[in-house]
Structure formats: structure tokens, C-alpha cells
DNA sequence: GTAATCTTTAGAGTTAACTCTAAGTCAATA
DNA sequence: TATTGACTTAGAGTTAACTCTAAAGATTAC
């Protein structure tokens, strides 16, 4: 399939803005043109965007992921570079999430209590409930 | 315990420029000043920060989290709002846990694929591992 | 065929979150 | 007392990643 720069656009979420910006950037190094300029999109370049969203997910910078396509461009002498770039983004991803994991529990702890304070209308009185205080030793060592 | 700001930017790491900017911004209030104008953090102020570094991990704006102070600040008649903010980070957070787990998946599968390219020399190769391709299949749909 | 819509370009503008500078003040040490 | 290093301020500068503008050309629907 092909598809027009604000196609693509819907099928991503995307703007169209954006795309062109990322090509201008590197990023888009496949997608083609007809003679009169306009691009047009394969199937291919939609799987290149899915892969861009999911390294800036894990946090990459554009330029980062515009060295992995440069380095993909590149062909197998860089097979090695590129590995180690996913090895080095597991262990980075794998951090996040234990720092969201802690997140988590922070923001469940002040739900619990809000909940509390909301019903009894005071946050003073919910930090005297036992239960909170405990969640709260568990969870962090703060008050607020 | 009293903290000069060189002492919570290296306990924070933070700088001690972004502790000012964050105060600027509204989002340190409590911070004490001697005479002659130096801030004096408190522990108080430690818990704070840690709280902020939270909420920015889970993807707040320095906007939101100064609204969150500003309703701390107002008062028992905010505790509504501030336990709706809560309860729409952790539905976010939920999001995007669940999108860093496809994410992890997405990356698992570049590191068997490119473990296996490196060992053969060739990325080419590698696609044809059925194994591989199976993953491939349950991952996503795509070839990069 | 024409009106409406889409796409093109170069380049300027925006936003969030820092990051730094300059000129001066303060505190601790030799 | 002099020096050293941390701290103060207002405000300017930086960076990443968009986001928009204007004017013109291309495509689609009727």
C-alpha cells in the first residue's frame, strides 16, 4: 500500500508537520517521491515510524534513533554497534520501570490517604489513620 | 536538619541553578532564608523534592506539579482535587506501564534478532531463523 | 473545468525545562 | 585581614522537539 503524507498522518497520530520534520532530520530515509514532490509512504515507512515511537517510548532522542537508521543504512558491518544499542536500552528500560514501579507505590500510598482525608475532611485527621502511617513508613520516609 | 543549596543539589542531584529555577517556578514555597538571604532547606523541603522528582517521573509538567503545591497549600477545601489529580496519574501511569512492557517485548525481540545477526554476520540470515520469525509474529508486524 | 482540499518548501516561532552569566554578597579559614 | 569558595539576583541563552506560516503547486470531487 501507499499512502499520502496526511494519511500517514491519521494512521499514527502523527502531524503531518511532524513527519516532515522528522525526515528532514534523518529519520524517514526511505520514503519516496512522485515527480511532481509529493511523498508517498509504503508499509515499510509505517513500520519505520512504529519503530521510532517505541525507541523515543524508551526515552532515545531523535538523534539517537537517527543514528540507529544511519547505522542500519549502513548494512552488517555495524550489526554489532546496533546490539549493543538494544542492550544498552533493555538495561535503561529495565530501570524505568523499577522507578515506575516505585512511583507507583508512592501515588497508591496518597490515594489511599486522600481517600481517607476526602472522607473526613481533613488531611490532618486521615495521617493519624494507623493503617496510612504504616503504608507510608513502607513506601517512603515523607509527609506530604 | 538545615541544608545550604549546594548540600541538596549534591544529596538531590540537582544543581543548585534548577533548585532556584524550581523555586522561581513556584514548587519549593516552604524554603526558609537567613538574613542575609541564603536559603535554608529543611528536611521538610528534602521530602518535597523527592515528592516532585515523583511526579515529574511520571510524566507531570513543573505546571502541574506547582497546581498540586498551590492546592496543598489552599488547604483541607482542595483535598477533592488533589486526589482526582492522583487518581488520573495512576491511570496514566497504568498506560504507560502497559506500553513500556510492548515496548521491552519490541526490544527483546532486536536482541535475539540481532544476537543471532552478529553471529552469523548477517541480518539477512538471521530473518530466516523460523524461530526468530515467530517472534517477529507475536511482537509485531514489521521487518526493521 | 473549477472549486475545494492536500501537499510542497524554507524558514521563523514556540514551549518546557533547564543552564549559564555577570556583578556583587557572605562565611569560613590561614 | 585576606583569600577562597559558596551563595545571591535578574535576566539572557540553550536545547529538543516540535509547530506554524505563507505562497505556490498538485490532486480529487463534482
Known amino acids: 500500500m501507499r499512502y499520502s503524507i496526511g494519511q500517514v498522518a491519521k494512521k499514527t497520530g502523527l502531524t503531518a508537520h511532524t513527519l516532515r520534520y522528522y525526515e528532514k532530520e534523518g529519520l524517514l530515509p526511505f ?25 523515543k517510548g524508551v526515552g532515545m532522542s531523535l538523534k539517537g534513533i537517527k543514528q540507529y537508521i544511519d547505522w542500519f543504512r549502513e548494512g552488517d558491518e555495524t550489526l554489532p554497534q546496533r546490539l549493543e544499542m538494544f542492550l544498552q536500552q533493555r538495561a535503561h528500560l529495565e530501570k524505568q520501570m523499577e522507578q515506575l514501579n516505585k512511583h ?22 486521615a495521617h493519624q489513620n494507623k493503617e496510612l502511617q504504616a503504608e507510608q513508613q513502607r513506601v517512603y520516609g515523607d509527609m506530604f
Open 31 to 55: 520514503v519516496q517521491k512522485t515527480g511532481s514532490g509529493l511523498r508517498v509512504f509504503s508499509d515499510t515507512d509505517i513500520g519505520w515510524l512504529e519503530m521510532i515511537e517505541c525507541l
Open 104 to 125: 507507583m507505590a508512592k501515588i497508591n500510598y496518597k490515594i489511599h490517604l486522600y481517600t481517607e482525608a476526602v472522607r473526613l475532611g481533613s488531611l490532618e485527621k
